[in-house]
T-cell receptor, first 115, second 111 residues
Framework: DTGVSQNPRHKITKRGQNVTFRCDPI?????LYWYRQTLGQGPEFLTY????????KSRLLSDRFSAERPKGSFSTLEIQRTEQGDSAMYLC?????????????FGSGTRLTVV | GENVEQHPSTLSVQEGDSAVIKCTYS??????FPWYKQELGKRPQLIID?????GEKKDQRIAVTLNKTAKHFSLHITETQPEDSAVYFC??????????FGAGTRLTVKP
């Protein structure tokens, strides 16, 4: 296990289609986060999980977005009825909830282009 | 929720000079402040972090300072090198929960 893995790396989809991304965190990490990053901006928080529980969702996360982490391991982020404004890099990160280390490890991201 | 502001948005320095990037945060409950470096087309990578129980932390040419009263923290890079060129992001959170990031600073180190 060498890091956080995200698939696919790139996704081009037509407006109105549904897309699903997958994130496999570092195996011993119980926390998993989804962020969205657009060009020239910092990562924007979307949601996070502790084990299988989704603990917080950003107000930015419209009802077209849904995330799951069914067994507390990998997670999926689905976007329904994609819009051109959804085009961005979707980053996943994981961390281990300890007293001494709060640092996130990011995956390489999934770049979504909606045409 | 937490709001993080970062300045400047771009910074250009001569190789060997120092670079300073500043961030402010809004939530006094935040107690963890990491800095990430992101090279073009790559993932953000943690370079240094600081917790609210200390005022300064150093790691070779990189240091971070924190002023809890004023709710601001800064990244200092000394003896800059061309390979330090990247986008740097500050962030704030409480115990690593739902971290909020600044908008980033594009640092260019000119040889």
């Amino acid at each position: 296990d060498t890091g956080v893995s995200q698939n696919p790396r790139h996704k081009i989809t037509k407006r109105g289609q549904n897309v699903t991304f997958r994130c496999d965190p570092i195996s011993e990490h119980n926390r998993l986060y989804w962020y969205r990053q657009t060009l020239g901006q910092g990562p924007e928080f979307l949601t996070y999980f502790q084990n299988e529980a989704q603990l917080e969702k950003s107000r930015l996360l419209s009802d077209r977005f849904s995330a799951e982490r069914p067994k507390g391991s990998f997670s999926t982020l689905e976007i329904q009825r994609t819009e051109q404004g959804d085009s961005a890099m979707y980053l996943c990160a994981s961390s281990r909830d300890t007293t001494f280390n709060y640092g996130y490890t990011f995956g390489s991201g999934t770049r979504l282009t909606v045409v | 929720g937490e709001n993080v502001e970062q300045h400047p948005s771009t910074l250009s320095v001569q190789e060997g000079d120092s670079a300073v990037i500043k961030c402010t945060y809004s939530d006094s409950a935040s107690n963890y402040f990491p800095w990430y470096k992101q090279e073009l087309g790559k993932r953000p990578q943690l370079i240094i972090d600081i917790r609210s129980n200390v005022g300064e932390k150093k790691d070779q040419r990189i240091a971070v300072t924190l002023n809890k009263t004023a709710k601001h923290f800064s990244l200092h890079i000394t003896e800059t090198q061309p390979e330090d060129s990247a986008v740097y992001f500050c962030a704030a959170s409480m115990r690593g929960n739902d971290m909020r990031f600044g908008a980033g600073t594009r640092l260019t180190v000119k040889p």
